[in-house]
T-cell receptor, first 109, second 118 residues
Framework: GQNIDQPTEMTATEGAIVQINCTYQ??????LFWYQQHAGEAPTFLSY????GLEEKGRFSSFLSRSKGYSYLLLKELQMKDSASYLC??????????FGTGTRLKVLA | DAGVIQSPRHEVTEMGQEVTLRCKPI?????LFWYRQTMMRGLELLIY????????DSGMPEDRFSAKMPNASFSTLKIQPSEPRDSAVYFC????????????????FGPGTRLTVT
């Protein structure tokens, strides 16, 4: 089968760095992306990886290792507004979109 | 642009009734997606269209669900008859075409329709 695994919940302190991991097993791979979703709102796009390595975008970075079926989202200088769910998703070889159930991040003052 | 528009924002209906959810994608976007989100199952892709043509409907749970896109600016998701287990938030999203012939990785989501079936 195809699946994506993420931790259900994480807690971190304002100003700190947090890493949210994602592992996947899919038939084929056309890319991995991360979305942020605040409670009661729609998901918004954060980042996309198709090749191995690190993609940096301001305070957010995303890493991909295709051979390991592994990605992480790194959030630096955490702010209270970063409290949200973070969804990892993979585009499979046949352009199916598989989403993880999300990691709920709580940022504490 | 106003972004992806969905209506209604909230729908409460009784089991057995027909429900129609509506979506207007961002103008110029080639792809339109319908998702369902629940606490238990997370975000699930139901179906997506390219240039108004359904490309992959393998996520549609059963024959009670149907989706149409009669033109580039409008799509509907219909559930008939509805059941309590259909209660969820239904999102519509749209995107441009990507460089490799598929959709772009960046999808723009509408605000969602919260459906409650009693």
């Amino acid at each position: 089968g195809q699946n994506i695994d993420q931790p259900t919940e994480m807690t971190a302190t304002e100003g700190a760095i947090v890493q949210i991991n994602c592992t996947y097993q899919t038939s084929g791979f056309n890319g991995l992306f991360w979305y942020q979703q605040h409670a009661g709102e729609a998901p918004t796009f954060l980042s996309y990886n198709v090749l191995d390595g690190l993609e940096e975008k301001g305070r957010f970075s995303s890493f991909l290792s295709r051979s390991k079926g592994y990605s992480y989202l790194l959030l630096k200088e955490l702010q209270m507004k970063d409290s949200a769910s973070y969804l990892c998703a993979v585009i499979t070889g046949t352009y199916k979109y598989i989403f993880g159930t999300g990691t709920r991040l709580k940022v504490l003052a | 642009d106003a972004g992806v528009i969905q209506s209604p924002r909230h729908e409460v209906t009784e089991m057995g009734q027909e429900v129609t959810l509506r979506c207007k994608p961002i103008s110029g976007h080639d792809y339109l997606f319908w998702y369902r989100q629940t606490m238990m199952r997370g975000l699930e892709l139901l179906i997506y269209f390219n240039n108004n043509v359904p490309i992959d409907d393998s996520g549609m749970p059963e024959d009670r669900f149907s989706a149409k896109m009669p033109n580039a600016s409008f799509s509907t998701l219909k559930i008939q008859p509805s059941e309590p287990r259909d209660s969820a938030v239904y999102f519509c999203a749209s995107s441009l075409a990507g460089g490799a012939g598929g959709p772009s990785y960046e999808q723009y989501f509408g605000p969602g329709t919260r459906l409650t079936v009693t």
